[in-house]
């Protein structure tokens, strides 16, 4: 694959579909292509980048309200927010290092392309969650929009949302307005230690359970937190379990004593403040613990909180050397494990069978993920209903073929 | 309004489907009297009215599924219906169509208090949720006005949102995942406890689909623990555009309140009258500002917002001195469209519009009415902009209906102009579907008729609403099926 298309406007991207529909040619679509190496492997006659489709187009911060043409740098995006002291709630988990590109390259196209949120998802909502509109080309050639610009808007089928998560395969989205907030005054993070993966979960989901705004919580078990860059944390040589708290100081300062009160039979926690708590959140949205190397491979999974962990003692029983991560708590399950022909993928998913919950090989070498079911297999219905969604988008398959799914 | 010419074909089999359905699932939930079914005729726009073929209340995902493979098999349109409350016609029913109503399938079917999720069957109503729940302090917390009677299935369908939405998010940002029954009858599930979806999100498409892709019979929500305490206040200006500036600066302040709320002259008069909450009645707008905590965090917060409203010299500011007080201001905000229809019969318009766009769009808006000779009172969710601009009329008088009807629809088209849309929270229905091209083209319009027919092909479900009737798909080229198959 030595062509690559760089529309510079929708015009021109439109124009380019309609001429690889009409040749029967496909296109591996992509942002600044730092997650390429995630999904089936695309095979496609070329690719295109939206890179050339960049620049922010609106922004009211008193509406809390952006508009980003798809191929503007997430990192532009976040320098123009954190001026006016606003920020992407759902704070999108950055992929590069483990993916073995670098951080802060992505686009904010691929973000909602690939609905990628992190650690306050679980308070905030997803990157779907605040997707407000789209404009878009199908594989028809067709320029579309769908949604806004408003917060509140239900006139006719939510295409906006619906594209989110269909990682390019669906259309080439040109430009997303989506929702911002203000960024917080202050931030503090609890960080329990020691405990077991059960009781880690359980905490987790009992400070969820207060009325406190939790607006993150994350266990790492002993050999992970050995991983981080935040020295304090590291030299604890303890299993991790973090509660973030943000809103203005006094807020902080009086939820973190109630909170500290209602969790004290798991001990005593280690207390971050602002700055100290920025350095570990920031590490953990790069995913620093779990960093690229050729001999592991990398799972995600979503599940309901309270059958994580046995979900993932069910796994061990089959797997040695597995490492572990607990973001949502435990919701979403980050699984390292050694490279192997199958990627672990038929004792993964006999486990999710049982316990509940979808799995996603995020890295695996080219040959594996050739071979195994990279997203999550469907049932008969979902699949014929997704051949369908991409029927209605792209019947003639140019966008990224089989990337998710190989008959689709 | 011109409605889809029934199919006299079906009407005439009237008696010969009537008894297919009670085979399917039991006379005993088919309702074919005409007083029965009178009780159907109509949603919230009650200035529709039809009688259905027949209505059905099932009690089981099953029985649903009974009802939709023998309409499917038959060629028979359905309609489903949860309370009935939709102010755009959604659940208006059809002369050839059978009314799916879920009333009658209302069951909490598991609470997850450790992952904050609750499995109910659709027609249970939402304040029914929230009371389920609420013995451990949590909530469900999309809230309509109509919370007490309009169903989850209603809320689903329409992507409702409420008062207090601008913290919580809408329906689509509360819920996981639906059980729902294809036309041809089969079950299936999509989404579930975990918080992403699998492959696409078609949870994201189904949610505000006003029934036309199928019928929902059960949904796994997300719940939320109350805060420990909430407050509101009021804070009176001498005109709206004041109002919309007071607004941004608070967003623009960093500070998101859980609400909100507008309310113009006219609306404060009536409500004050019906609530006694104390709303000051000697200002053009009001402006309710709630936002939670504990007593401390309240307090703070409540401080920081007065002095923000400050320099725009509101006429009052008034903090709820206690649960009582701020019980009856959010009275008179709930009741607001009962009271105003105590008064008078009115048009509830649902535009969006952008906050910056507010004082021209509130000065148009009674402008517009007053060119037709009608008169306008405002309350909507100012923090997102959601207008309901309640036009008032006289219902026996013809032509005052029609220009209720056309002041509408400018005042839709001018939100529209200045970058917003149809309708924030009600849906399309029948009331608002001619008005789909002012805000679509007819390419983005197939585009969405193209997904319908992915769910529902025959187009037997809620038909004749949300599309405008003259766009059509065109069949497909072959070129599409030729290079699935390559
Ligand atoms: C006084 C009043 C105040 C209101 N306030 C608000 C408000 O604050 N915010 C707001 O958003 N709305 C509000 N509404 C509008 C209305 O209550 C909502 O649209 C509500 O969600 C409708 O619920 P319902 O159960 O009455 O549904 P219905 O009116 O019965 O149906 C609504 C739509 O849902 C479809 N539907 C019903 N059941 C199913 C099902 N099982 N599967 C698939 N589709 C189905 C119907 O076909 C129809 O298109 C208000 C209405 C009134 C009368």
């Known amino acids: 694959?030595?062509?690559?298309?760089?529309?510079?406007?929708?015009?021109?991207?439109?124009?380019?579909?309609?001429?690889?529909?009409?040749?029967?040619?496909?296109?591996?679509?992509?942002?600044?292509?730092?997650?390429?190496?995630?999904?089936?492997?695309?095979?496609?006659?070329?690719?295109?980048?939206?890179?050339?489709?960049?620049?922010?187009?609106?922004?009211?911060?008193?509406?809390?309200?952006?508009?980003?043409?798809?191929?503007?740098?997430?990192?532009?995006?976040?320098?123009?927010?954190?001026?006016?002291?606003?920020?992407?709630?759902?704070?999108?988990?950055?992929?590069?290092?483990?993916?073995?590109?670098?951080?802060?390259?992505?686009?904010?196209?691929?973000?909602?392309?690939?609905?990628?949120?992190?650690?306050?998802?679980?308070?905030?909502?997803?990157?779907?969650?605040?997707?407000?509109?789209?404009?878009?080309?199908?594989?028809?050639?067709?320029?579309?929009?769908?949604?806004?610009?408003?917060?509140?808007?239900?006139?006719?089928?939510?295409?906006?949302?619906?594209?989110?998560?269909?990682?390019?395969?669906?259309?080439?989205?040109?430009?997303?307005?989506?929702?911002?907030?203000?960024?917080?005054?202050?931030?503090?993070?609890?960080?329990?230690?020691?405990?077991?993966?059960?009781?880690?979960?359980?905490?987790?989901?009992?400070?969820?359970?207060?009325?406190?705004?939790?607006?993150?919580?994350?266990?790492?078990?002993?050999?992970?937190?050995?991983?981080?860059?935040?020295?304090?944390?590291?030299?604890?040589?303890?299993?991790?379990?973090?509660?973030?708290?943000?809103?203005?100081?006094?807020?902080?300062?009086?939820?973190?004593?109630?909170?500290?009160?209602?969790?004290?039979?798991?001990?005593?926690?280690?207390?971050?403040?602002?700055?100290?708590?920025?350095?570990?959140?920031?590490?953990?949205?790069?995913?620093?613990?779990?960093?690229?190397?050729?001999?592991?491979?990398?799972?995600?999974?979503?599940?309901?909180?309270?059958?994580?962990?046995?979900?993932?003692?069910?796994?061990?029983?089959?797997?040695?050397?597995?490492?572990?991560?607990?973001?949502?708590?435990?919701?979403?399950?980050?699984?390292?494990?050694?490279?192997?022909?199958?990627?672990?993928?038929?004792?993964?998913?006999?486990?999710?069978?049982?316990?509940?919950?979808?799995?996603?090989?995020?890295?695996?070498?080219?040959?594996?993920?050739?071979?195994?079911?990279?997203?999550?297999?469907?049932?008969?219905?979902?699949?014929?209903?997704?051949?369908?969604?991409?029927?209605?988008?792209?019947?003639?398959?140019v966008f990224n073929p089989g990337r998710m799914y190989a008959t689709i | 309004m011109e409605f889809l010419a029934p199919d006299h074909g079906v009407i005439a089999r009237r008696e010969l489907i009537l008894s297919g359905l009670a085979e399917a699932v039991g006379a005993d939930r088919v309702i074919s009297d005409e007083d029965g079914r009178r009780a159907y005729e109509t949603d919230a726009l009650t200035a529709y009215k039809c009688m259905p073929l027949a209505v059905v209340l099932p009690r089981t995902t099953e029985e649903v599924s009974a009802v939709l493979r023998y309409c499917h098999a038959n060629g028979v349109k359905v309609v489903a219906r949860g309370a009935g409350t939709s102010l755009c016609g959604g659940a208006l029913p059809a002369a050839d169509a059978v009314v799916v109503g879920v009333s009658k399938m209302n069951r909490v079917l598991d609470i997850d208090f450790a992952g904050r999720t609750v499995r109910v069957e659709s027609g249970i109503t939402n304040l029914a949720i929230s009371a389920a729940v609420s013995p451990e302090g949590f909530f469900y917390a999309p809230d309509p006005s109509s919370q007490l009677a309009c169903t989850l299935a209603g809320n689903l369908a329409m992507n409702s949102g409420g008062a207090h939405c601008l913290k919580y998010g809408v329906t689509t940002n509360n819920v996981l995942g639906v059980r729902m029954v294809m036309m041809d009858g089969e079950i299936v599930d999509f989404g579930g406890p975990q918080l992403d979806p699998e492959g696409y999100d078609f949870l994201a498409l189904i949610v505000g689909s006003e029934g036309q892709f199928g019928i929902i019979t059960e949904a796994t929500v997300r719940i939320i623990k109350s805060a420990e305490g909430a407050r509101p206040m009021m804070l009176g200006f001498d005109s709206a555009a004041k109002a919309g500036m007071c607004v941004a600066r608070i967003i623009g302040s960093g500070i998101i309140p859980v609400a909100i709320e507008f309310m113009d002259r006219p609306a404060i008069k009536v409500c004050e009258a019906f609530a006694k909450a104390g709303y000051p009645l000697d200002v053009e707008a009001l402006l309710i500002v709630e936002v939670e905590g504990s007593e401390e965090e309240i307090s703070e917060r409540l401080a920081q917002i007065v002095e923000i409203a400050r320099p725009l010299n509101p006429s009052s500011v008034t903090v709820a001195d206690g649960d009582e007080q701020a019980a009856r201001i959010w009275k008179g905000r709930k009741a607001a469209f009962g009271a105003i229809g105590r008064l008078s019969d009115y048009l509830c318009m649902d535009g969006t519009i952008p906050l910056s766009a507010l004082g021209q769009v509130l000065d148009d808006i009674t402008s517009i009415c007053k060119s037709h000779g009608l008169k306008v009172a405002n309350i909507f969710h100012a923090g997102d902009g959601n207008l309901h601009p309640l036009i008032m009329y006289e219902a026996n008088d013809r032509d005052a209906a029609h220009r209720a009807e056309l002041a509408g629809a400018e005042i839709l088209k001018l939100c529209v102009k200045v970058g917003g849309c149809l309708t924030g929270e009600h849906g399309v229905g029948v009331e608002k579907r001619d008005l789909m091209h002012v805000q679509f083209t007819e390419t983005e319009l197939v585009l969405q008729l193209r997904i319908k027919a992915v769910f529902d092909p025959l187009d037997l479900l809620n038909a004749g609403k949300v599309f405008p009737l003259d766009v059509k798909v065109a069949p497909d080229e072959p070129a599409g099926d030729a290079a699935h198959a390559a």
């Open chain 1, 1 to 397: 694959m030595n062509e690559i298309l760089k529309p510079a406007a929708d015009w021109e991207l439109q124009s380019m579909v309609k001429q690889l529909a009409a040749r029967n040619l496909s296109i591996e679509l992509v942002g600044n292509g730092t997650k390429r190496s995630v999904g089936r492997p695309v095979n496609a006659s070329m690719a295109m980048t939206t890179t050339g489709i960049r620049g922010i187009s609106l922004y009211e911060p008193t509406e809390l309200v952006m508009s980003a043409r798809a191929g503007t740098p997430l990192s532009q995006i976040e320098v123009e927010l954190a001026g006016r002291g606003q920020m992407l709630p759902f704070e999108p988990i950055d992929l590069g290092p483990a993916l073995g590109s670098y951080a802060g390259s992505q686009t904010i196209g691929a973000v909602f392309a690939c609905n990628l949120s992190g650690a306050r998802r679980i308070t905030a909502g997803a990157a779907r969650d605040h997707l407000l509109g789209v404009v878009g080309v199908n594989g028809r050639g067709d320029i579309f929009k769908s949604g806004g610009r408003v917060m509140k808007n239900v006139t006719g089928l939510d295409i906006a949302r619906g594209l989110t998560g269909s990682w390019g395969t669906l259309a080439a989205m040109t430009e997303v307005t989506f929702k911002v907030l203000p960024m917080p005054d202050d931030t503090a993070t609890l960080v329990f230690t020691g405990l077991t993966e059960d009781l880690a979960v359980e905490l987790m989901c009992a400070a969820m359970g207060s009325p406190y705004e939790v607006s993150g919580t994350v266990h790492l078990p002993q050999t992970l937190a050995a991983r981080l860059l935040h020295d304090d944390l590291r030299m604890a040589a303890r299993s991790l379990t973090a509660i973030r708290l943000e809103n203005f100081p006094r807020s902080v300062a009086y939820r973190k004593g109630r909170l500290k009160e209602r969790l004290k039979v798991y001990g005593p926690p280690i207390e971050l403040d602002q700055e100290s708590s920025l350095r570990f959140w920031g590490e953990l949205r790069r995913l620093s613990v779990m960093p690229y190397g050729s001999q592991t491979y990398l799972w995600r999974i979503s599940t309901a909180p309270k059958v994580a962990p046995q979900l993932v003692n069910t796994i061990r029983r089959h797997m040695d050397n597995v490492e572990t991560m607990y973001d949502w708590s435990g919701g979403l399950v980050w699984l390292e494990i050694p490279a192997s022909a199958d990627a672990g993928a038929s004792d993964i998913r006999r486990a999710l069978a049982t316990h509940g919950g979808y799995a996603t090989l995020v890295r695996a070498d080219i040959g594996v993920r050739e071979s195994v079911d990279v997203f999550q297999p469907l049932n008969p219905t979902i699949e014929r209903l997704s051949r369908g969604l991409k029927s209605a988008f792209d019947p003639s398959n």
